[in-house]
């Protein structure tokens, strides 16, 4: 059964409160377990004195966002949760932690509020300011790679690993969370400035405070550009994050990161995993229907992808796309019926195009 090692309660913008934990380390298979939210104005450790609000979530998420207590923070209400960590395998359940976790520092008055409220319309202004990034948090917590933690050094001992991507965690990153943000260009010439030295390739990046990043976190853009976080500095008001200054480094595209990171926030089908490298996925119908998932358009900004079928005696093939995207503005899948029949597509970053 896995054990929460912590447990915070926090809000970053006055009107919701975001749940953030972390389970000790172990090598239990942490998709196998689900996790339910319970919720009570009362700090007793009685489940039945609190109430579900958030259930089915993957043991494998790292938080939750409760908006539910809008409107209600100002009252100074105190809230109190609970999670129900229950394994889906065996039923067995289990409620941590045994002293509720709650808000301690009080809620952001009006004044963080309005500053927020006022910032997030420049950034959500897309014409002028704002962009979409993805964050890909960096794992902290987990099953420790099999490949190449060592032990005794209490490190990885391989920044390629393929099984943690050099974090000595089973998986490396969380699937990438989309903030609004904007970036600075980057200077012609090495700089000396508050941030230290600034190099050609390094940026500036202003977000929002949720969420919150950290050293070796990676930023993606809508143009297929990554880099890892530099170092973050904020901007508080009583004691409360209002923005993030992030210095970024920008990942070269023969790194092995850059090969192989954005291929953590979607899995095809077919069990092929389709990376900023790939041109031609071939799909194996041995095993019966096959279906192959192209990955968000908006990621993948002028990509091209072949997707080719083998002679179909085990089953079909199916081409579908991720969230909103389409094919060719209409379509939401579309099915190969000739034996090693093939489509390529090609993304304008809002859908995806036969070509």
């Keep these: 059964m896995l054990t929460i090692n912590t447990f915070d309660v926090t809000s970053y913008d006055g009107e919701s409160l975001q749940l953030s934990w972390e389970f000790e380390t172990t090598e239990e298979v942490i998709t196998n377990y689900g996790v339910n939210v319970f919720r009570s104005e009362s700090s007793s450790t009685d489940i039945a004195d609190y109430d579900l609000v958030a259930s089915g979530i993957n043991a494998n998420e790292y938080t939750y966002v409760d908006g539910g207590v809008s409107q209600l923070l100002d009252l100074g209400r105190p809230w ?7 394994n889906n395998y065996t039923a067995d359940t289990t409620y941590q932690p045994t002293d509720p976790a709650y808000l301690k520092d009080g809620v952001p008055d009006r004044v963080f509020r309005e500053i927020v409220r006022r910032k997030a319309i420049v950034l959500n202004n897309t014409r002028y300011s704002g962009r979409n990034f993805k964050v890909f948090k960096r794992r902290s917590w987990g099953i ?21 991507y050099g974090t000595g965690w089973i998986n490396g990153y969380y699937n990438p969370v989309t903030i609004r943000g904007m970036k600075n260009t980057s200077p012609k010439l090495n700089q000396i400035n508050m941030f230290g030295e600034w190099k050609p390739s390094d940026s500036l ?21 990554l880099w890892t976080v530099v170092q973050v500095r904020g901007v508080e008001r009583l004691g409360y994050i209002v923005e993030q200054n992030a210095q970024l480094a920008l ?7 850059y090969k192989n990171l954005l291929s953590l926030s979607f899995t095809s089908g077919g069990g092929v995993a389709m990376t900023v490298v790939d041109t031609l996925i071939t799909v194996d119908t041995t095993g019966g229907d096959q279906t192959e998932t192209l990955p968000l358009a908006s990621v993948f900004v002028n990509r091209k992808y072949s997707i ?21 503005g ?12 093939y489509y390529t597509f090609m993304s304008d970053g809002i859908d995806w195009y036969i070509i």
């Design 80 to 86: 109190f949760y609970k999670l129900e960590i229950i």
């Design 144 to 164: 420790h790679c099999s490949t190449c933690w060592d032990l005794s050094l209490q490190r990885s001992t391989d920044s390629k690993c393929p099984t943690c």
């Design 205 to 225: 990046l202003f977000m929002l405070g949720n969420p919150p990043l950290k050293v070796r976190d990676i930023i993606s853009d809508d143009n297929n550009h």
């Design 251 to 257: 990942i070269a595209q023969d790194d092995f990161l």
């Design 308 to 328: 080719k079928a083998d002679d179909l005696s085990g089953g079909t093939v199916t081409i579908a796309t991720t969230g909103d995207d389409t094919i060719d």
């Design 330 to 341: 209409t379509l939401s899948s579309i099915q190969i019926y000739n034996p090693y029949g």
